[in-house]
């Protein structure tokens, strides 16, 4: 199973962006999923963004989509969310994850704040 480490989170105003990394260790093959979620106080997490292991194809949710674009290094052993014109209601803790989910334990996420 891998292990995975969010970072890059903090407190940016409306219109600013961020860029997240997720850090996986554990695994030396490169055939996995990720996806990126979030949980905004009082709501549920949410999928938010994945990439397939080849980098073939991304997914976007609506909330997200034009604005946040998620893209690997498999060299780097890292995959990232860029994201651009942040939202007050992008404020979340946000987590990655192997796909699919079912069954995996979760990180200790990165916090995003936006605020003006």
């Known amino acids: 199973q891998l292990h995975l480490v969010e970072s890059g989170g903090g407190s940016v105003q409306p219109g600013g962006s961020l860029r997240l990394s997720c850090a996986v260790s554990?695994?030396?093959?490169?055939?996995?999923?990720i996806g990126w979620f979030r949980q905004a106080p009082g709501k549920n997490r949410e999928g938010i963004a994945c990439?397939?292991?080849?980098?073939?194809?991304?997914y976007y949710a609506d909330p997200v989509r034009g604005r946040f674009s998620i893209s690997r290094d498999n060299a780097k052993n890292t995959v990232y969310l860029q994201m651009s014109s942040l939202k007050p209601e992008d404020t979340a803790v946000y987590y990655c994850n192997q796909l699919p989910t079912s069954g995996r334990s979760w990180g200790q996420g990165t916090q995003v704040t936006v605020s003006s």
């Open positions: 990439i397939n292991d080849e980098e073939r194809s991304a």
């Open positions: 554990g695994f030396t093959e490169d055939n996995y999923g």
